[in-house]
Each structure stands twice: as C-alpha cells, then as structure tokens.
C-alpha cells in the first residue's frame, strides 16, 4: 500500500505542478514531442517507484515507419509498461472521459490522442477517421483491441475498428503481448503490486496485403500471433478465439 500511495502522491503532483508548465511550452513551441518524452521519463520514474520491472523483448521487429501497436490488454498497468518502451511517440485512442479531466485533457489533445465514444457508433466511426488522417501524418498508435481489459487475464476477442484503421491507412501491425500485468493491478484492483512485465514485439504484419473485406481476416492473424506469445495462463479460451 506505501508504494500506491507514493505512486498517486506523484501522479497527482505531476497533474497540478508538472503537467501545465508543459502544456504552456506546447503551446510556445506548437510542438508535443517534449511533452510526451518527458511524460515517459516521468512514467518510467513511477514504475520505478511502484515497483514494476519492465523488460522489453523483440525491438529490432519495430519498423522505422509509422505502424500500429496491437496488445492484449489486462490492466491499468499496461499502458504505463508498455508506451515507455516503444522508441517512438504514438497516440492512441481513449474513452472520452479521460479528456473531461482538468489540465489532463488539454495536455492529451496537444498530444494528439483521440476521443472515443463507444456508446456511439457514428462518433467512434468519427474518431476512427481522425485515427486514420494522423497516421497519414506520420503518427504511430497503441491500440487495445479488445475494447476493455479483461478480467481473468486471458486474451479476449477483437473489435474489428482498429484493422479498418490498419487498411486505410495502409500502415503495419506490430502484434505486442504483454505479459504479467494482470498479477501486479487487476481489473477492480487499485493497489498496484511490484513485480516484473514483459512487453513483447512481435514481427509486423503488413496490413495493406488486406482489403476492407478481409478486415476479418488480418483480425484473425493478429488475434493468433499474440495469443501465441503469451503464456498459457493468459492464452484465450477456447471459446475467445475468432474463427
């Protein structure tokens, strides 16, 4: 629980006094690359403070061009392990409330991370469409695929928006397992419990190989590619497993 605390104590700290002296130098030089590198050097400092041992495998299959990050996701832990470990900026897409916070949702649009309202379909097609220009733009993304962190762990079926968004873009997939984030902070859990996180990069899949028509299809081959990478306590039951 001291490591929690200390880790919120931080973040909070970080919200009131860090983040809007960084949102102003944004505005000045009407650039985000220094914000978002120092919130990663911030983010690995909270790691380091909670307790969580990040190791990275696989990040010479990494292009050098834009491309989108696919991970299985299980916990709030995931993001703070896994952003700080990819070599670039990326953005990605959030539900809309997190943009409805003080200080905090200014910064994420400077940042370019994208709205998503998924009670609506027209407005999350919309954010899907402004996913896909700043890809054209040069922007990578961090998609979690399945919509929401699963609870037990184990891998859950794919939404099919972020392949559409793939296809358009024409860009590639870099398939990520993420692994043991689940035992550290569990769906519910807002204790944070130190221990080690593998952030595995798969070899890209090259999604302009695939036509509107075959989104399924290249759901499919990512869905297998990570469920392959992760242990057996987190592959997908039998019945999560697209077909």
Known sequence: MIRTAATLLFIVLALFLLLPWLILWTLLVRNADGMYSFAMSYVRFLNRIAGIRVRTEGLDHIPSSVCIFVSNHCSNIDPPAMFPSIPRRVSILAKKQVFHIPVLGAALRLARFVPVDRGDREAAAASVDFAVQYLKEGLSFCVYPEGTRSRDGRLKPFKRGTFIMAIQARVPIVPVALIGT?????????????????????????????????????????????????PPDQQPLAQDVPT
């Not at 859990?189 to 899949?205: I, T």
């Open 182 to 230: 689940q035992r550290l902070m569990r769906k519910g859990d807002w204790a944070v419990h130190p221990g080690e996180v593998v952030v595995r990069f798969l070899p890209p899949v090259d999604s302009a190989a695939y036509s509107l028509d075959r989104r399924g299809e290249l759901l499919e081959v990512i869905h297998a590619r990570i469920a392959a990478a992760l």
